[in-house]
């Protein structure tokens, strides 16, 4: 199981850490005044929306706009902490990881929904979007499955 473990420990923080640089540095560009951006960003996010033909963020619809503040607000916070509790192996990290699985699953499912909806997803692009999904359930799973694990040796030293 310690393998399983570290494996899943390796995917959340590896998508953590995109969240924690593109969601402030990329999706905040959406909803935030492009003045606080450098040219160099701006040019970067018009780069990968024409490259990947990812129409949501060339022209993101309202519902897309809300998700990024939900992003921003939440996810990022989030995602900041449990990258932290999983690389200093801080038992709450398992109620973060948890958080930011369903809060990451709950956006892609409206994001692929419309993507595959409107028919307008490529293959390139639901490749880039789709791995997020696979890292929801690992968080997830991480999440439930680490809760029930004995507490340390050194928080049962503490207690005595």
Do not use: N
């Not at 018009?46 to 490259?51: F, V």
């Not at 369903?102 to 994001?111: D, E, G, K, N, Y």
């Not at 789709?130 to 991480?142: D, E, G, T």
């Amino acid at each position: 199981m310690g393998f399983v473990s570290a494996v899943a420990d390796a995917v959340v923080v590896l998508f953590s850490l995109t969240i924690v640089v593109a969601a402030p540095l990329i999706d905040g560009q959406t909803v935030l005044p492009h003045t606080l951006y450098p040219a160099q960003l701006r040019d970067l996010k018009r780069w990968y929306a024409a490259e990947f033909d990812d129409y949501l963020m060339a022209q993101p619809p309202a519902f897309l706009r809300g998700l990024f503040w939900m992003e921003l607000a939440f996810l990022w916070p989030l995602s900041v902490a449990t990258l932290y509790g999983v690389l200093a192996k801080r038992r709450w990290a398992a109620t973060t990881s948890l958080m930011a699985g369903v809060s990451t699953l709950t956006s892609m499912s409206a994001i692929l929904g419309e993507m595959l909806g409107s028919g307008r997803a490529t293959p390139k692009l639901l490749q880039l979007y789709v791995p997020y999904v696979v890292f929801a359930l690992v968080a997830i799973l991480r999440g439930l499955c680490s809760c029930s694990a004995p507490p340390s040796t050194a928080a049962r030293k503490k207690r005595v």
